[in-house]
């Protein structure tokens, strides 16, 4: 794309055409457009965007920050998912969201045993989340849901992949459980960095509901997990809390305020809890 037009978009799109900032940026970078590559100019436009991301939705922000640094922790959801994977003779693996194929290559079982959903990119069927549920007739031994990171989708995963579960215990992960900051979870995104979305809603609704166990380990970015035990395959035991209207338009601040509700554990006792 034409670097003038991408530029010209991102002003028009967050200032006006003919607002004073509008006009003011424009010639900005026309002046800078002699000097300025075409591998320059999309930092340029990078950072106005995210400048203007902030702008805008300044009235959600809150100050507070969690100080979780998650380089410092030696495991992440690798670990987690093929823990869980080894926990059986003959796996069944279904992943939500493969991006890159990363966690997806790295569970070793046959390709014939695993299932990986995107609409974009990796995985083995090409389609959203909803489309793929809504016409498999396979279970799951162990799921894990990365798609897309909203509070509606990922609730519609959850429920979708407990009906997709085998009888007896099968395991579902969720990656992006514990932003650190109002930006990591803001719906749209506006992270330049991690971005979990609204993911974490979920978590309010999973810790009370009957039936299941539910933890969210406090390694890369928050990786919640579900134990679910079912009789029998097709069977329909769980029915997850419904708290939508109570939820659906809360912020940060809530989850926050209400961190220490949620069942948090660090992976010593994670290691504990998984294999068991």
Not at 55 to 82: G, I, M, P, Q
Not at 103 to 113: A, G, R, T
Not at 135 to 148: P, R, S, T, Y
Not at 153 to 158: F, H
């Amino acid at each position: 794309m034409n670097n003038k037009k991408v530029i010209s978009e991102v002003i028009i799109e967050e200032s006006g055409a003919h607002s004073n900032r509008g006009l003011f940026l424009r010639a900005l970078l026309f002046c800078l457009r002699p000097v300025t590559s075409h591998y320059c100019f999309r930092p340029i436009v990078n950072n106005l965007r995210h400048y203007f991301d902030l702008k805008k939705w300044s009235h959600h922000s809150d100050d507070r920050v969690l100080d979780w640094d998650w380089t410092e922790t030696n495991f992440s959801r690798f670990a987690v998912v093929n823990i869980l994977i080894n926990k059986f003779q003959n796996p069944t693996y279904l992943e939500i969201g493969c991006a890159a194929d990363d966690l997806f290559n790295s569970v070793p079982i046959p390709i014939e045993k695993k299932v990986g959903v995107d609409p974009f990119q990796g995985g083995t069927v090409r389609k959203t989340s909803d489309d793929f549920f809504q016409a498999n007739d396979v279970q799951f031994d162990v799921v894990f849901i990365d798609g897309l990171h909203t509070y509606e989708q990922v609730r519609r995963d959850v429920i979708n992949s407990i009906n997709s579960l085998k009888g007896g215990v099968c395991w579902i992960a969720l990656h992006d459980m514990l932003p650190r900051s109002w930006i990591e979870q803001h719906n749209p995104c506006i992270s330049q960095g991690a971005w979990t979305g609204d993911v974490w809603k979920i978590a309010f609704e999973l810790v009370q509901t009957e039936g299941i166990e539910f933890k969210i380990l406090r390694i890369d970015c928050g990786v919640g997990v579900i134990k679910v035990d079912k009789p029998e395959p097709n069977k329909q035991i769980v029915e997850l809390k419904d708290f939508r209207k109570e939820l659906l338009h809360k912020e940060f601040s809530y989850y926050y305020d209400n961190l220490n509700k949620l069942p948090i554990i660090e992976w010593g006792d994670a290691q504990n809890w998984l294999r068991n």
